[in-house]
Each structure stands twice: as C-alpha cells, then as structure tokens.
C-alpha cells in the first residue's frame, strides 16, 4: 500500500478542491484507522450497528488536527465508498467538534465531479436538514455505550472556516 501522505498533496485550499482518502465507507460499524507511521488501514474496533457511520469517513493528506491525527473528512455521497480510495472533494463546511477534551474537527467534502447530483452540494446549506441531524445525532452519541459525554457537537461552520481550519492543519504538519 502506497503512504497517502507521501504521495498525495493536501490540494488546493484556496480554490476548494481537496484530496480526501477514505478510511470508513458510509454505513460502517467497523472504526478503520490510517494508521501515519505504518502507512497501513488498521481495524481498530467494531462499533454496535446502532452507530453505523452516516457518511463516508476519511482524512486529509498532509494535515494534522488538533487531536495529532490528520484532519478528519466526512464524505457526503449518495452510496459507500471503499476504503483505501482516494478522491478530490469539493469542500463545503466544517462539523466543529470535541472529543474527550480535544478539538477534533471534520471537513465536510463532497465529490468534486458530481454527475449524480449535477454538482448541486456548493455548500452545507445544500444539504438534507435531516441529514444534518444524524450527522449531529451520530458524533453525539457514538460513544455513549463506552464514553457517556465525552464527545460534544459544537455547531457547523461554512467554507471559510473549513479552509482556515485546513490550513492550520497544514502548518501543524509541516511543522512536525
């Protein structure tokens, strides 16, 4: 298997169009970790179905959040996607988020060639209002069978803020 971060770039931020690799298709109980100094998928655990991830979950290239783990990504497609793919995604929001104390952030992406939808996501508010919901539902409450209240949704953010949080994630990287 190739190192996703040694071979892909981050993207272009400015312009909205980033490389996402996917670690966990939507619909997934099983928590798939990229795994930065082995360059290796890892099955970390499997979650109880009720907790099936409601998108495609994956990590930006070159990034490093705040929890030291690459920036998160969540992928909004209408069918699962495999992991270990790698796509450009059009960035659209941000999902603010706190895990046991930790800033945790995840970029809201969707495919940049769309034909699907006739590239019609541009923004979060293009967006299914209930599909936001269990998105908010599910990073609430994931935890709760082991960790009752260690994670807290902390509202959305629009493509600006996405971006700023991108770039601060690439600066923890190359700073490394």
Do not use: C
Request: aromatic share 6%; charged share 30%; net charge negative.
């Amino acid at each position: 298997m190739a190192d996703f971060n040694q071979i892909l770039t981050t993207g272009d931020v400015d312009g909205g169009v980033i490389n996402v690799v996917v670690e966990i298709p939507q619909g997934s109980s099983h928590k798939i970790e990229w795994v930065r100094d082995m360059a290796a998928f890892k099955l970390d655990r499997v979650e109880p179905l009720i907790f099936a991830k409601p998108t495609n979950y994956g990590f930006i290239p070159q990034t490093i959040d705040e929890d030291g783990d690459e920036l998160d990504a969540l992928i909004i497609t209408d069918r699962p996607l495999s992991t270990g793919i790698f796509l450009k995604a059009k960035v659209i929001g941000v999902l603010k988020f706190v895990d046991d104390g930790e800033v945790d952030d995840k970029i809201v992406v969707v495919p940049d060639d769309d034909r699907q939808s006739g590239d019609a996501i541009n923004t979060l508010d293009d967006l299914n209002p209930q599909l936001k919901k269990q998105i908010e539902h599910h990073f609430s409450h994931y935890k709760d069978l082991k960790k009752p209240g260690s994670t807290v949704v902390k509202g959305w953010g629009d493509i600006d803020e996405a971006k700023a949080i991108i770039r601060l994630s690439i600066d923890r990287w190359n700073n490394r």
